[in-house]
């Protein structure tokens, strides 16, 4: 047993680090801080710095633009990255159906999606859950009857993330009804601009536009689109939601967020006081990072793990990473909010999509009550925390 | 010891009740926040005819009369129906500080005008840099012949865009953070020197930050004695805690509701979520956290006029604790046990959470109420060893 | 609506202050502050003492012995007993089986027993509980089997708590195995001096012999000594004193706790100034304060719904229960982390009162085995488990 990183790793960090910082431009670096919204081209300026790079999906076999990475390198790239505060890419392209595609596509899919994937050229959304499944998503409806070349595809999508911004879907449909739920789903790729595909916006306690509800009538998909074999998609969804673990639990995010409280702390007066003097903060701020520290001991432990395995082997703790990462997550935005107090209380739509730069109040505290809010999502999406909790009992503790 | 309502109190919450169920759906609610206070000014009238405007004041001033349970009833209606007016703003805590400390003369021109729905009034104490410290004051009030002179800047004030009149406190003498040296000034809202930049807050309210600039303000529009206003301040805040505490345990009730309601309904799996035995235990520990709060506004109610002053201080801060706890777990788990749906605002508990999250900021958070009532002792004198 | 107590009520708060003061033994109390474990003889005294008062079994109908107190006066009678230290009195008695022998007993039962419960002249203990029957307690297997007079009781009972102190149990046996579990049990009061009973005794973490099990072998039991009906002994098992409930959170007894703990707190130097100035230590005292606060009003809004007879389903008595068991438990972890290294000694002999002299100081010594033992609170008479389940059940109709 070694704790430590080895020589290789840390000279990796060091250019991860060297990297970040040099290439992140710093109107995004800025937002990031803020905790502001970003423009669709900042997700896509720098998902094509990181391309140039060679580093747009690490994770993906070489030949279709993977770094060939282990585990425990790729984590030290996204714990630098977020310690840059870069933005995490766009997972739906690169962490969702990307792996999907490069795993079960055909030649041409392959060869038509991964690099436009890769180089934000073709930004996807996801259509899984639906009204009535959620986590419960085999239970899924929405309909696609083989017609000649083209499946025909009716139904309504939930949860839509992005779908405003978004070119295409990988959407989950029911292609059998006679059989066991899991067993008639099959996996299309759907352009957005395809006749009778009508998004409309669903705004979030943060008051923004991430979300969507997408309604299907009738939309017309060419067969050729399926991923894979018809009622095999479960098995590939699957292999989607199994396939980021090393980086869920977003230690290095939180790390990051807990510098900037500090910082902010030592500007903010608290009765004639810094508010970085205060012991009942300080306390707080302590607890927070101990069990922060755990965490991350925990996902190197998993990573290390996934690194001899080659990723073979599911690790049951990365359930344990879901849970403390999302409330750890959650724990520095509710303290991001106290800090903020009174300065925080006010609505400012614009501040947040940083349409403008003028905050009411403070501009580092902004937008602490909106992301306290959303932030309550992270233990609801990528399956509740009470679905983590069944999993763990079942798989790990066999009740 | 008596917890149930008297005949009159319980005609007062059924004709609120009655009120806000007929006119306070929450489609309905969505129209009056796009109307241009934010708010529904007819509804105003409504209050004011129903006498709910005049409630915790005097019959000598139109009043109801009425005290801290009064103004749990309606409070607490106000909360479950996420209302929108500036009741707090103007009779909480402007009407609160003209009926602790205003003059016969003061009160006889104010209060029947509140009474009525003819005035608006905002408490334009917080500043910049004062945080929870409710002694901590830059807003310089020089003397000016008989007059006074105000200069300074007040942020986040409740219904401060709306109002036509503000109480605005100001530093006669002292440093930063002195309780000694503070004075209260009646200011019209469009004096000259007075401007006013309003926005929404998080909670579909609204708020102002006000900037002062040489406002003049005559010897009679003083409240209270010159330079003695922080115990009034104080007693304010207490009232607004009071009040906060009887919002919030409406809003926890709507969440455990709606909650529950929605654990009946909503199916997975093949069965109502609320099957599991994860959730439900999760809906009872809501529901005791919740019981538990209205515990607490009981004893808010029942503190809040108590003359001891550090025996109402310390019962008003372990109120705000125990609200500020409370609503936070019932707001977080309601969002949870929702999953998706509660993340928007198209579905109506979210509002609640994040009402009940702008109530913990309000005239000091837990940690504030929390230290403040460590440093008084608590509430349990120490006894003796064996 | 009024918050406060009557006028009435006052003056009956100040009359149980006084007889706590006046009649509490000082070695009793003494015991009770540092946390002892109180002898059969302590418990039989102050029994006694209640009785002659007139106050031992103050919720029985008054016919019985019972005092004819409303909720509110029994609420305020118990508050003021944790007040001045005063024990529980043996709740097998007073609040279990009397109350069902006043409700469903035969007049030669009645006349037999009831003196003697209010007395302490018998100490009974429970068989309720068995090793495969906790929270699923219908299930209990212990048989009883009529053979003319008499009834042939074979199985084993678990959780026997001060069943090596008892005269006599009320236990709950298998009549008939034919129907519904619940409905085969019915409801027995033997000797534990019949031939076939065995105890055998049960450490708890506290390191004191507190509970048992029992074996009952072929013990044979006078029908007479049925209470009720045969087979309707799940019913009597449930029926409880509604009215007791307004104790059953213990407020009193955690506020003097809290007072005591400050107190001690004047004497632990921490880096050189008082426990008792430590902010960290006061602000979590008082978070504890806040909550039993809130309990403390729930609790009277419950006695005050009880008062008007109209509380029956109150969901805030099963909140009582959580609640009263989780504050009560984080004063005893407040205590034990007050004491720090004072509560590592492991001195039974001291905390059951045998040795004279504490290691450390004599205050905190038992902090440890109070903390482990409170690890009970939330699992006994229907853990919080089942009691949300309850709630969850009866209140939220989930």
């Not at chain 1, 259509?127 to 499946?151: H, I, M, N, Q, W």
């Not at chain 1, 967020?257 to 707080?284: D, H, T, W, Y």
Request: charged share 25%; glycine share 10%.
């Amino acid at each position: 047993m070694d704790l430590r990183f080895t020589s290789e790793d840390i000279a990796f960090r060091n250019e991860a680090r060297s990297f970040f910082e040099s290439n992140l431009p710093p109107h995004i670096r800025r937002k990031q801080i803020l905790g502001q919204r970003l423009p669709k081209e900042d997700v896509v300026a720098w998902q094509r710095i990181l391309n140039k790079k060679g580093w747009a999906c690490p994770m993906w076999p070489t030949e279709y633009g993977g770094t060939g990475w282990d585990a425990v390198r790729y984590y030290i790239f996204k714990e630098e990255s977020c310690r840059a505060y870069a933005p995490d890419p766009l997972s739906h392209n690169i962490q969702q159906t990307g792996p999907v595609i490069c795993a079960y596509g055909t030649d041409e899919q392959k060869a038509f999606f991964l690099p436009k994937l890769r180089n934000l050229d073709i930004w996807f959304c996801q259509g899984f859950s639906e009204p009535g499944s959620g986590s419960d998503l085999a239970s899924l409806k929405t309909r696609a009857v083989r017609d000649g070349d083209d499946y025909i595809v009716n139904g309504q999508k939930l949860w839509t993330t992005n779908g405003h911004r978004a070119d295409w879907m990988y959407c989950l449909v029911r292609t059998d009804t006679g059989v066991k739920k899991q067993a008639g789903i099959s996996y299309l790729l759907i352009d957005m601009k395809t006749p009778g595909v009508q998004v409309r916006p669903v705004v979030t306690l943060d008051g923004d536009h991430h979300t969507n509800e997408t309604f299907f009538d009738n939309v017309r998909v060419p067969a050729r689109n399926l991923i894979g074999e018809e009622n095999k998609g479960w098995g590939y969804a699957k292999f989607l939601l199994g396939n980021e673990r090393a980086g869920i639990a977003k230690v290095g995010l939180s790390k990051a967020r807990i510098s900037l409280i500090k910082a902010l702390a030592q500007r903010m007066q608290v009765e004639g006081a810094p508010l970085s003097e205060n012991r009942r903060f300080r306390e707080k701020l302590a607890l927070i990072e101990t069990e922060l520290q755990a965490l991350e001991m925990t996902n190197m432990v998993v990573v290390a793990g996934m690194k001899k395995s080659g990723g073979n082997r599911q690790d049951p703790r990365t359930s344990v990473l879901k849970i403390k990462g999302s409330e750890l997550q959650q724990a520095t935005t509710e303290l991001m909010l106290e800090v903020g107090g009174p300065h925080s209380m006010a609505h400012q739509h614009e501040f947040l999509e940083a349409l403008t730069d003028n905050a009411i109040g403070p501009d580092w505290a902004g937008t602490a009550a909106p992301n306290y809010f959303f932030g309550r999502a992270v233990s609801i999406f990528g399956g509740s925390n009470e679905i983590q909790h069944n999993i763990v009992a079942k798989a790990v503790l066999g009740l | 010891m008596d917890f149930d309502l008297s005949e009159e109190q319980r005609m007062l919450k059924e004709s609120v009740d009655r009120l806000l169920e007929d006119r306070y759906s929450f489609e309905q609610r969505k129209t009056y926040t796009k109307a241009p206070d934010g708010w529904s000014r007819e509804l105003w009238q409504q209050y004011a005819d129903l006498g709910l405007l005049s409630v915790p004041f005097d019959s000598k001033y139109g009043g109801f009369g009425g005290g801290p349970v009064e103004t749990m009833i309606l409070m607490e209606a106000f909360g479950a129906a996420l209302v929108l007016e500036p009741y707090f703003a103007t009779v909480t805590l402007f009407g609160g500080c003209v009926r602790i400390a205003g003059t016969e003369a003061q009160k006889d021109a104010l209060l029947p005008k509140i009474g009525e729905g003819k005035l608006l009034g905002a408490f334009a104490h917080s500043e910049r840099n004062s945080r929870y410290d409710l002694a901590d004051v830059q807003t310089t009030a020089k003397k000016d012949g008989s007059d006074w002179v105000l200069d300074g800047e007040k942020t986040v004030v409740i219904h401060g865009d709306c109002a036509d009149k503000l109480i605005v406190s100001g530093r006669i003498s002292g440093g930063q953070r002195d309780k000694d040296g503070i004075g209260l000034f009646l200011v019209d809202a469009k004096a000259p020197g007075v401007t006013r930049k309003g926005y929404p807050t998080q909670d579909s309210l609204r708020a102002a930050d006000i900037t002062l600039k040489g406002v003049k303000v005559a010897a009679g529009d003083m409240l209270g004695e010159s330079g003695k206003a922080f115990p009034i301040i104080e007693r304010v805040a207490q009232s607004a805690i009071q009040a906060l505490s009887a919002e919030a345990v409406g809003g926890m009730q709507e969440m455990l509701d709606i909650t529950v309601e929605y654990l009946k309904t909503r199916h997975q799996f093949g069965v109502p979520i609320g099957s599991f035995q994860a959730l439900q235990h999760r809906a009872v520990d809501m529901l005791v956290a919740t019981e538990q709060a209205r515990s607490m506004a009981m004893f808010a109610a029942m503190m809040v006029d108590e003359k001891d002053d550090a025996e109402r201080a310390k019962a008003i801060n372990a109120v705000k604790v125990h609200i500020g706890k409370s609503g936070r777990y019932v707001g977080q788990q309601s969002i949870q046990l929702h999953g998706g749906i509660g993340m928007t605002l198209e579905y109506k508990v979210g509002h609640y959470f994040i009402r009940s999250t702008m109530i913990e900021i309000l005239f000091g958070d837990t940690d504030h109420h929390l230290a403040a009532l460590a440093r008084a002792g608590g509430l349990i004198a120490p006894g003796t060893t064996a | 609506m009024d918050l406060r107590f009557t006028p009435e009520e006052i003056a009956f708060r100040n009359e149980a202050r006084t007889f706590f003061e006046a009649t509490l033994p000082p070695d009793i109390r003494r015991k009770q502050m540092l946390g002892q474990r109180l002898t059969r003889d302590d418990m039989v005294t102050w029994q006694r003492i209640l009785n002659k008062k007139g106050w031992a079994c103050p919720m029985w109908p008054k016919e019985y012995g019972g005092t004819g107190w409303d909720a509110v006066k029994y609420f305020i009678f118990k508050e003021e007993g944790y007040r001045a230290w005063a024990p529980d009195v043996l709740g097998h008695n007073i609040q279990n089986v009397g109350p069902v022998i006043c409700a469903f007993g035969s007049d030669e039962q009645k006349a037999f027993f009831l003196p003697k419960l209010r007395n302490l002249d018998l100490w009974f203990c429970q068989g309720f509980s068995e090793p495969g029957s906790g929270s699923d307690l219908a299930s209990l297997k212990t048989r009883a089997v009529r053979e003319g007079d008499h009834y042939i009781v074979n199985g084993q009972k678990l959780w026997t708590s001060g069943g090596h102190h008892a005269d006599w149990m009320y236990a709950l046996v298998r009549t008939d195995t034919g129907v519904k579990k619940q409905a085969g049990i019915s409801y027995l009061l033997f000797d534990m001096k019949t031939p076939g009973v065995q105890v055998r005794p049960v450490v708890t973490l506290d390191g004191h012999p507190y509970t048992n099990e029992t074996f009952l072998d072929n013990v044979k039991v006078p029908v007479k000594n049925l209470v009720g009906e045969e087979n309707k002994g799940w019913n009597y098992a449930k029926f409880l004193l509604g009215n007791e409930r307004a104790g059953i959170a213990r407020v009193g007894l955690t506020k003097a706790r809290v007072r005591l703990a400050k107190a001690l707190a004047e004497r632990v130097y921490v880096d050189g100034a008082p426990m008792s100035e430590n902010r960290q230590f006061r602000e979590k005292l008082a978070a504890i304060e806040v909550e039993l606060k809130a309990l403390e009003i729930t609790n009277m809004m419950v006695v005050a719904g009880m008062k008007k007879g109209g509380a029956k389903h109150d969901p805030r008595t099963s909140v009582l229960k959580i609640k009263g068991s989780e504050v009560q438990q984080a004063s005893l972890e407040c205590q034990m982390e007050l004491a720090g290294p004072d509560a590592m000694a492991r001195q039974v002999g001291f905390m059951e009162a045998k040795v004279a002299d504490a290691i450390g100081r004599e205050g905190m010594a038992n902090s440890a085995p109070n903390y482990y033992f409170s690890r009970v609170l939330s699992i006994y008479g229907g853990s919080n488990e089942i009691q949300r389940n309850i709630i969850a059940k009866a209140v939220l109709g989930l």
